[in-house]
């Protein structure tokens, strides 16, 4: 079992900057993905960005050029650093770690989340 912590949300004013970070339990160089998701009251959770085993990195539209992934797995942490921050990202945001056997058996791990709350 992977346990997944987050921290570094907060409350910030539109065009502020917060960084994310998520701290894993388990050592994440194999993981084959490390993901960052948010969940606004009344939404649905939705995907942001990710990291692959390999370091190719994928947005959401919405925040191509604001938001940056990235991962140190030596400490088994992943980042997501928020620039340029609008009042529509604000959210409970979740770390997503993966992992892929060589079957391709997958196992998810979430964490508990962090609040961005961003204001006019």
């Known amino acids: 079992q992977v346990q997944l912590v987050e921290s570094g949300g907060g409350s910030v004013q539109a065009g502020q900057s917060l960084k994310l970070s998520c701290e894993a339990s388990?050592?994440?160089?194999?993981?084959?993905?490390a993901s960052w998701y948010r969940q606004s009251p009344g939404n649905e959770r939705e995907f942001v960005s990710k990291i692959s085993r390999d370091g190719s990195t994928s947005y959401i539209d919405s925040v191509k050029g604001r938001f940056t992934i990235s991962k140190d797995v030596s400490r088994d942490m992943v980042y997501l650093q928020m620039n340029a921050l609008e009042t529509e990202d604000s959210g409970n945001y979740y770390c997503?770690?993966?992992?892929?056997?060589?079957?391709?058996?997958?196992?998810?791990?979430w964490g508990q989340g962090t609040q961005v709350t961003v204001s006019p």
């Open positions: 388990h050592n994440i160089s194999g993981a084959s993905g």
């Open positions: 997503n770690i993966e992992f892929t056997n060589p079957g391709g058996n997958k196992w998810n791990y």
